[in-house]
């Protein structure tokens, strides 16, 4: 947690910015595993942690703008709880941590809000994520779950305060990112044929507990990388694979790192390795280098893009014009998704508040394949936190289907590319802070380039 200014600030600012009305904010409930008591590890709203720093479950807010109050929905411990929890600072003292003065039990929330409806008092909530958060806008605003899309305003105040990293926010994103490295340079130095995936996961997963920090997303971590978001890792290391891994730390505070890395399983990359893993570097350095605030990050996208085109013709894997290429979406068969996205509290940073809003600006996006998974599209400004994370891709399926198609044929070498559907795929990642005069990588540094990898080997 922060200081009790920092919130009362945050919740300041976002009252100024609406104006008016009633905003609601809903935190998480524990959440069943495979039964009522055996529960996912806790993880609060990101957004209400950013304006309240409870992680506390079971809690709900309300800011009523025009009465001026700031309230907190919730129950103390009981004595049940307090025997199997142990003793914590009651709610009351929790609350005054942040600056919050008024408390009411959480029950009391219909009613308030209710008394709120009644006044013709307009209620702003942003885009429930969970069943349980459906469930209670529908129960305390009569609203059905088809129809809850979150108030816009809303949305984009939240957004206009959350996309600025404050010093302090800076702090513990680079923590989570230090740790983050580690775990990468850990895998780096263990892998070896034979292993099996979940034995590199395991010395990672190490690194994170040993520095008091959870996972903030799923592990990637595969000999298969040509699939995105393969979480599988019961597969056995063999000589002459690529190991990909995407994977990250959060710090106590929430917020989040996020970095990728491609390893061969053996001391070495092969020749036809480093080709495209050189291509895919390039990529990423020349995206490296073009981050200043105010370029628009699809530009640096379409930059990548090209530099992975150009690349991919050296080795007669694409021809034709590289401006083409790019412009009709032919790169999209080995780059399929964007260069990067938002991060903070959430690793990709207030996405339950929708991409339009956060990367767009409320600008519609592209639907071309590939393009449109690009996350993060609007001009750089100074205090954005966002990755870097090109990648190059040899999907089976994928190669087939646009063959079968005829798709692309003036600038794709199937016949060629026939030969690479047993390569994998290649990513690397790093987090960048956007200054202003340019930008700054967030922790340590992760090998890049194969001679640095081929070191830890």
């Known amino acids: 947690m922060f200081a009790k200014e920092t919130y009362m600030q945050r919740r300041a600012l976002l009252k100024k910015k609406l104006g ?36 506390c479950a079971g809690l709900s807010a309300i800011i009523d703008i025009d009465n001026d109050k700031e309230i907190i929905f919730g129950d103390e411990l009981s004595i049940d ?16 941590r942040v600056g919050i003065k008024e408390i009411m039990p959480s029950a009391e929330i219909a009613n308030y809000l209710d ?82 995936e979940y034995e590199v996961v395991a010395e990672m997963n190490r690194v994170a507990e040993a520095n008091n920090c959870e996972l903030s997303f799923a592990t990637i971590a595969t000999i298969n990388g040509q699939t995105l978001h393969n979480h599988y890792h019961g597969n056995k290391v063999k000589p002459g694979d690529l190991f990909l891994i995407d994977a990250g730390a959060e710090v106590e505070s929430g917020y989040a790192g996020d970095m990728s890395s ?33 370029i628009p990050y699809m530009d640096v996208y379409e930059l990548s893009a090209h530099v992975m085109v150009d690349g991919m013709k050296t080795l007669g894997l694409m021809k034709g014009n590289t401006n083409d290429a790019v412009h009709e979406g032919a790169h999209a068969l080995f780059y399929p998704h964007g260069l990067g996205h938002m991060m903070g ?18 600008q519609p996006k592209s639907t071309q394949f590939g393009r449109k998974s690009q996350r993060l599209a609007i001009p750089l400004e100074p205090g954005f936190v966002h990755t870097v994370e090109p990648g190059i891709y040899f999907i089976p399926e994928l ?53 640095e990898v081929e070191t830890l080997r």
């Open 399 to 451: 190669i087939d289907m646009w063959k079968a198609e005829r798709k692309f044929t003036d600038f794709i070498n199937y016949d060629k590319v026939e030969t690479y559907k047993d390569f994998g795929g290649i990513r690397n990642e790093e987090d960048y802070l956007i200054t202003e005069t340019g930008a700054r990588r967030l922790g340590k540094k992760i090998p890049l380039t194969p001679e």
């Open 262 to 294: 491609t390893i061969p399983a053996d001391k070495k990359f092969t020749a036809r390795q480093r080709e495209i893993y050189e291509i895919q570097n390039a990529m990423h350095l020349e995206s490296v280098k073009a981050l200043r605030p105010g």
């Open 81 to 96: 709880a307090i025997v199997w929890m142990g003793s914590q600072p009651t709610l009351h003292e929790k609350c005054e």
């Open 20 to 55: 008016s009305g009633v905003l609601l904010f809903i935190g998480n409930d524990e959440c069943g595993l495979n039964y009522e008591d055996n529960t996912f590890r806790y993880r609060q709203d990101s957004t209400f942690l950013y304006y309240f720093g409870l992680s």
């Open 115 to 196: 008394k709120c409806v009644q006044k013709g008092k307009i209620i702003h909530y942003l885009p429930p994520y969970r069943p349980e958060h459906k469930l209670k806008l529908m129960d305390w605003l009569g609203i059905p779950p088809a129809s809850q899309e979150g108030s816009i305003p809303f949305i984009r105040a939240v957004i206009a305060q959350r996309s600025y990293k404050s010093e302090e926010e800076i702090v513990e994103i680079e923590k989570a990112c230090d740790v983050t490295a580690d775990m990468h340079i850990t895998a780096m130095k263990v892998l070896r044929p034979g292993m099996y």
């Open 345 to 362: 509290l959430d690793v990709h940073d207030m996405e339950n508040l929708g991409e339009l809003w956060v990367g767009y600006n409320g």
